[in-house]
């Protein structure tokens, strides 16, 4: 059984070198490496060259299309069984590749994923962020956690796929947001059995800014109504659950005015996940950032879905992007 890692690069050079570093250190090294340039200004050509001789590792550029249709690019360059896709902003664990191995061994799958973690070096922001995107509190938990309420879909941070599934399907669409999702519901569609694996996580970096991490979760609320669209059907009830936190907390506030008691039910959200974090993160700076980050979230994700469900169910629009020219600023 053999690997290839194929890694789309927007402007991360640096990130890049710590993925492509941890990389150097796998305890099982049956793969080959794709770094496909999605139109970077700050390429990461300098950075590939100092990894050329430590791993099996090819680079190309091409014009800006986003990370979905950037895989298929790096997908056609692999000559491996198994297509693992990471983005450029994770760090392997040294045993990653041994533990899909030995999981495939014992349960094929036609496709995998894993969860993500905070590395002690993250900043306060990154292991806020990632609480938030992890956490029962947010929903977050749902998506990584070992037990599912659905068939899992893996997620492109951190997924694995056959080259026989990748190929039937077509690889990824043409969704800029929400691919991922988009690539697992048609694998599932077309009969291709897919598991989490729980020892396959990585390290995630994410947004280092909650400006950046707002701009994120607006359009995967957004994304979600696209998917609804095209997929009828996989719109779930806990998919509208940010939706009402930020009606419900709105309700609140203004009927504080009125009646100021119910300015407890936020207070008491907010000591909740600043409990659980601080607990979990052994930080109290962190459990401060995660209230932000859990907020962030929330509402984000939330107007992102409210202004989808405006736009593209009520008004009949197509297609669109919130902060689509300045997304990474």
């Not at 890049?16 to 250190?25: A, I, K």
């Not at 495939?104 to 938030?132: C, E, H, M, W």
């Not at 951190?158 to 080259?163: M, P, S, W, Y």
């Not at 800014?209 to 997929?231: C, E, M, P, T, W």
């Amino acid at each position: 059984m053999d690997f290839s890692v194929i890694i789309p690069v927007y402007n991360r050079p640096d990130e890049l070198d710590e993925l492509l570093q941890s990389l150097t250190e796998q305890s099982f090294s049956e793969f080959e490496v794709i770094v496909v340039e999605d139109g970077s200004t700050n390429k990461s050509d300098i950075i590939v060259d100092k990894y050329k001789s430590l791993l099996h590792i090819t680079y190309f550029e091409k014009s800006n299309s986003g990370p979905g249709l950037t895989r298929n690019e790096g997908a056609k360059k692999a000559t491996k069984d198994y297509l693992v896709f990471f983005d450029s902003d994770c760090i392997i664990p040294k045993d990653y590749f041994q533990n899909v191995k030995d999981y495939l061994t014992k349960y094929p799958v036609d496709a995998f994923g894993g969860p993500d973690r905070a590395l002690p070096t993250f900043t306060p922001i990154q292991k806020a962020i990632n609480y938030s995107m992890t956490s029962f509190f947010t929903t977050g938990g749902i998506r990584g956690g070992k037990k599912s309420m659905d068939k899992f879909h893996p997620r492109s941070f951190n997924l694995g796929v056959t080259r026989k599934a990748f190929d039937v399907i077509g690889g990824y669409g043409t969704m800029r947001f929400g691919e991922d999702v988009d690539f697992s519901l048609r694998l599932l569609a077309a009969g291709f059995s897919t598991a989490l694996i729980p020892d396959a996580f990585v390290y995630h970096k994410r947004r280092t800014n909650f400006r950046q991490f707002f701009k994120q979760v607006s359009n995967s609320g957004i994304a979600r109504i696209n998917l609804h669209l095209d997929h009828p059907g996989s719109l779930k009830l806990v998919h509208l659950l940010p939706t009402a936190f930020v009606v419900c907390m709105v309700t609140i506030v203004l009927l504080s005015i009125f009646i100021p008691i119910l300015l407890l039910v936020p207070l008491l959200y907010c000591l909740l996940v600043f409990i659980d974090s601080c607990l979990k993160n052994k930080s109290i700076k962190v459990g401060l950032f995660s209230i932000i980050a859990a907020w962030v979230q929330l509402f984000g994700y939330g107007i992102g879905f409210l202004v989808a469900v405006w736009n593209r169910l009520i008004l009949k629009k197509g297609e669109f992007k919130l902060f689509e020219k300045k997304f990474y600023k």
